[in-house]
């Protein structure tokens, strides 16, 4: 049996990647989920996770982490805003 041309292997890691994307934005549609790109300072924003709590010194340097931890302060505040919108 041949293996895969070069294009074969691209055109399938391609799919792959296309199937991926629609799985991603399927999720988020499904959870009323969005993704913002915002520019900031990353010292800063460690910053600013590690002293309110939301991030240990160890979890500072990896990216996921910290954007978990600003997803998670993030829904927090939604969730705190709501409430207090709710009150009023």
Known sequence: MLAPSDKDAR?????????????????????????????????????MLLLSGWLDEASGLQ??????????????WCRRWREEAARA
């Open 11 to 47: 055109r399938v890691a391609r799919r792959r990647f296309e199937r991926e994307r629609k799985r991603r934005y399927r999720q988020h549609l499904r959870e009323g989920t969005v993704c913002y790109r915002i520019s900031a300072n990353e010292t800063d924003i460690v910053e």
């Open 63 to 76: 990216k996921s982490a910290v954007e978990a931890a600003l997803t998670q302060l993030i829904r927090e």
